[in-house]
């Protein structure tokens, strides 16, 4: 038995490996809540061996982690890196995959300032280039367009209360995790890191809006929540997003509803809704700068194709999110009107003047 120690407790992450994950996918056993706990606070205080590090993630990848891990690592994350900073208002938060999308254009801007322009307050959040794929994010679709990235989570609030769209930068709001982007890198797979950072909720917001790739990682993501001490989400709402992104996937398209009380997944066919057409159509050669640009084309109405539609669509899921309207189909008539009337396109001038 291992001696406690007065920081930690008796579960350095070699010992958690020896006993307890890392024997393999057929034969680990879960963790404890206290023993994810402690290996989260060890590995943001930089106390194991970079190698122990590494073959800890990947026990935890190969073992597959439980809610209750998760929600135990995310909780040590909102207490030991996590500085968030409220808006007054209440947005929903969009926490894409940090690690980015390198095919389709990023669409969660346009949408998010559509609906930010229709009374529904947005907030997203993103790191620079984080592994594994280190592709576009917001930060980098944001910067294109002339918006200030760079800020501390008090100037981010204010941003979202003038403007009615915020970005909240990972390096100001949540150190501890920043911090580990170089031990990310040398991984060269993803981690539970991955799955945490996008809950990490900067502005406390009362709603989430996620993506996933398959269904099982939306209930996943829900128990998390669910189980967390510090998930302060009374609604989640996740879809098969593009690359796993928050940029809903054209198509026959699963989306997953949670509260408190039910957990309920359906389909919706996009093309009821305007997106009669085929991923690939929104694939870009240049991620960053193409996105940019159709962003500002389709807030200035200057576009009425595939684009268009896709980011009213996606606007639309934010304004239901929100309950600011009651089904999706009247928040795509809210979407496509403040893009009619030059609202969506002010907005954007509101935020670049910021």
Known sequence: MAHATQEFGEWP???????????????????????????LRRILADEPDHTTLGAFWLANRWKRNTPEELAAYADVMHEESVSSTAPDCDPVDCGANYDGKHT??????????VAAAAGTPVVTHSGDRVPTQK?????HVLDELGVRT???PAESAEMVDETGFGFYYQPAFNPGIDGLHDRREMMGVRTFVNTIETLANPADADVHLGSFY??????????????SDHASFSRVIMFQGMEGYDDIRPGYTK???WSPERFEDYEIETGEYGMDFEGDDLAVPDITADSAAITEAVLAGERHDEFADAIALNAAFRIYARR???SLEEGLETARDVIADGSAEAALEELRAF
């Open 255 to 257: 989306v997953a509803e």
């Open 214 to 227: 398959h269904l099982a990682f939306a209930k996943k993501t829900t128990d998390l929540v669910a189980e």
């Open 104 to 113: 389709s254009a990023l669409l969660g801007v346009g949408a998010g300032v």
């Open 150 to 152: 760079d800020i501390e």
């Open 13 to 39: 992450l070699t010992r958690l490996m020896t006993e307890v994950v890392g024997s393999g996918h057929k034969s680990a056993e879960d963790m404890s809540r206290e023993q994810a706990r402690e290996a």
């Open 135 to 139: 592709a576009t994010a917001y930060k």
């Open 324 to 326: 600011d309207v009651d």
